[in-house]
């Protein structure tokens, strides 16, 4: 029987709905949250990013401030920005767009960004209160990835999930968050031996490398949950997952699309984690 459809624009729309009742109240208390984007260069998909969440924002009454820099903007502008934005009482959740220019180290960027307003939850701060199981900020992607689950009575407890991709983004926090469900966590990557095997044991199949269609139905095991977070435009601008969508719905018992899966729910989450921050 084909997997049933992990749907992350109805769920995200769900979140967003929620948000929108908790804007509305805070403002009852005087209280606008405020996001800042920061945007530096021109990477077509970066573009098309900060502008979705720009519009997002407008959706629920967030206050969105979009700041647009050139790519030869230095390191030291980028940081005098971020310093301004962390002292600027308008502002709840800053948020700079990766990928940054070369010339640019993303690490001393995200390190700088006040603590209380690191709304992606990438910084060391964030980072360490998640592995530690304290309060913190959840990167959105995976925290999108487990409302998803959530949102569809799948409990990871118990289960052996299986994640493809070890970013700062989306592979390490996506097993911590699982490890804190109770599931048997196993990150796969470049030089695991053997990852068809590895994902076949998998009841929870995270795909997050970025290679299109990489994962196929004769790595998954009959009735896993599979999560898709690749995105990836191969011919005619058709966009396409890491998993190769076909074969896996005929193995999987419940799977995310793309686009319409993982995405929507990335974006839900940012609104989330403003509110958050204004409500702190």
Avoid at 226 to 244: Q, S
Avoid at 249 to 259: D, G, H, L, N, R
Wanted: net charge neutral; proline share 6%.
């Amino acid at each position: 029987m084909p997997a049933q459809i992990l749907d992350g624009k109805k769920i995200a729309a769900e979140v967003r709905q929620q948000v929108q009742q908790e804007v509305a109240q805070l403002k009852k208390q005087g209280i606008t949250p405020g996001l800042a984007v920061v945007l530096v260069g021109d990477d077509p998909a970066s573009q098309v990013y900060v502008r979705n969440k720009h519009r997002a924002c407008e959706e629920v009454g967030i206050h969105s401030v979009v700041h647009r820099l050139p790519a030869e903007t230095s390191q030291a502008q980028l940081l005098d920005l971020v310093k301004q934005l962390n002292i600027d009482p308008r502002i709840h959740g800053i948020l700079v767009q990766l990928p940054l220019p070369d010339h640019i180290d993303e690490k001393t960027v995200i390190d700088t960004i006040a603590l209380e307003k690191d709304v992606d939850g990438f910084g060391p701060a964030n980072v360490g209160n998640l592995v530690i199981g304290d309060k913190c900020f959840y990167p959105c992607t995976p925290h999108g990835c487990m409302v998803l689950l959530d949102k569809t009575g799948i409990d990871p407890k118990g289960k052996k999930a299986v994640i493809v991709g070890r970013s700062n983004i989306v592979g390490k926090p996506m097993a911590m968050m699982l490890l804190a469900r109770h599931a048997t966590v196993t990150i796969c990557h470049s030089r695991t031996q053997n990852l068809a095997d590895e994902c076949r044991q998998a009841d929870i199949l995270v795909a997050a490398v970025g290679k299109p269609e990489m994962i196929t139905g004769d790595m998954i095991k009959e009735g896993a949950v599979v999560i898709d977070v690749g995105i990836n435009r191969v011919a005619e601008k058709k966009l396409v997952g890491d998993v190769h969508f076909a074969s896996a719905a005929e193995k999987a018992s419940w799977i995310t699309p793309v686009p319409g899966g993982v995405g929507p729910m990335t974006i839900a989450m940012l609104l989330k984690n403003t509110v958050e921050a204004a409500r702190r």
